[in-house]
């Protein structure tokens, strides 16, 4: 079982930076890929960024691709998502996924074994 929660959202002017941190709960979280994805009232879950158990893959939207950094520490059962340059597109509720499976599959079906709840990020203009 592992358990994730989202912190590091907020308000923001555009082109400012914000990061956001998954922490996990469960001695197992160092063996799932996990994924950030974001709610808009447009789209219900759009893929931000994944990244493998072991940090060696990262994966990118081309929205965020640039903008965006995806990290994880593993000792502290932690991902983190860094995210500079923002602009007012960006706003959603963000929400990081954990899964056993290779972070392609999570980002072709978006799905998880395990979600947060979200944190929201504004970005004014």
């Given amino acids: ?32 890929t996990v994924g950030w994805f974001r709610r808009t009232p447009e789209k219900e879950r759009d893929f931000v960024a994944a990244i493998s158990w072991s940090g060696g893959s990262v994966f990118y939207a081309d929205s965020v691709k640039g903008r965006f950094t995806i990290s994880r520490d593993n000792a502290k059962n932690t991902v983190y998502l860094q995210m500079d340059t923002l602009k007012p597109e960006d706003t959603a509720v963000y929400y990081c996924g954990a899964d056993p499976r290779d972070p ?5 079906t978006g799905e998880a074994d395990y979600w947060g709840q979200g944190t929201q990020v504004t970005v004014s203009s």
């Fill in 1 to 32: 079982q592992v358990q994730l929660d989202e912190s590091g959202g907020g308000l923001v002017q555009a082109g400012g930076s914000l990061r956001l941190s998954c922490a996990a709960s469960g001695r197992t979280f160092h063996r799932y």
């Fill in 104 to 108: 392609v599959v999570m980002i072709t």
